[in-house]
């Protein structure tokens, strides 16, 4: 029965025991709680809000990318067509008439000539000294 009996209390200086108190209701306390909850989102946050920033980049470009390769793609179908157009009798045929002046036989060629460059030509130098620039001036404005 002796060890029952009711022990009466130790007296200390109390500086254990205000460490033990302060530490004790700092981590008892939900405001401790809370503040190191934010600390571990925050924590795990930043590194996922990098990363997505980073995919975004990335998707942006890999869609820039497929946008110039349909076009290039694109580009390549409507040289390929010209290609196989040039390699054609129609194109041969039609590269002769123009450049080589060649036809076909049976048909008439007939040029027509550009006028204005006839009238250029007729006008000599003495007509144009000639007029004065107020009358060039007036045909330049009122006269075409």
Do not use: C
Request: hydrophobic share 35%; proline share 3%; aromatic share 10%.
């Amino acid at each position: 029965m002796a060890s029952n009996k009711i022990r009466p209390r130790m007296f200390s200086t109390g500086q254990q025991d205000n460490h033990h108190n302060f530490f004790y209701q700092l981590i008892s306390s939900q405001r401790f709680f809370a503040i190191i909850g934010l600390v571990l989102l925050f924590i795990i946050i930043l590194p996922l809000a990098r990363t997505y920033s980073q995919r975004r980049l990335v998707e942006q470009e890999i869609s820039d990318i497929q946008k110039e390769i349909a076009q290039f793609e694109k580009d390549n179908q409507e040289l390929k067509e010209m290609l196989n157009y040039l390699k054609s009798d129609q194109s041969l045929e039609s590269q002769a008439r123009i450049n080589l002046n060649l036809k076909k036989p049976g048909e008439t060629v007939i040029v027509i000539e550009n006028q204005e460059n006839k009238k250029n030509q007729d006008s000599t130098p003495e007509e144009k000294i000639k007029t004065s620039n107020l009358k060039k001036w007036f045909d330049y404005f009122f006269v075409r």
